[in-house]
């Protein structure tokens, strides 16, 4: 799983709803160097997703991504509603 502070930073970032800017300062990066290692921890965390999903639910890789398609299609369509 993630480390520290790119764990922090993720947190921060999607679930407290602060700005790249605004994680930059906190931690004294530079504005695309937040960009950068968030999207890296985004991915390290989709990559350790996909793993635990398909060793958990005996997945293969066809079955899993139909699986996370059908997932961010109600995540979007739920999304609209609480609007």
Same mark, same amino acid.
């Given at each position: ?9 993720? &947190? ?22 937040? !960009?950068? &290692?968030? !999207? ?12 635990? *999903?398909?060793?958990?639910?005996? *997945? ?8 996370? &398609? *059908?997932?961010? !299609? ?10």
């Amino acid at each position: 799983g993630l480390q520290g502070e790119l764990r922090t930073s993720v &947190r921060l970032h999607y679930l407290d709803g602060l700005t790249l800017a605004e994680i930059a300062a906190l931690y004294g990066w530079s504005v695309p160097t937040a !960009s950068r &290692r968030i !999207s890296a921890a985004r991915a390290q965390l989709l990559e350790s997703t996909r793993a635990l *999903l398909s060793a958990e639910l005996k *997945l293969n890789t066809v079955e899993l991504d139909s699986l996370l &398609r *059908l997932i961010s !299609s109600r995540l979007s369509v739920d999304g609209l509603h609480e609007q």
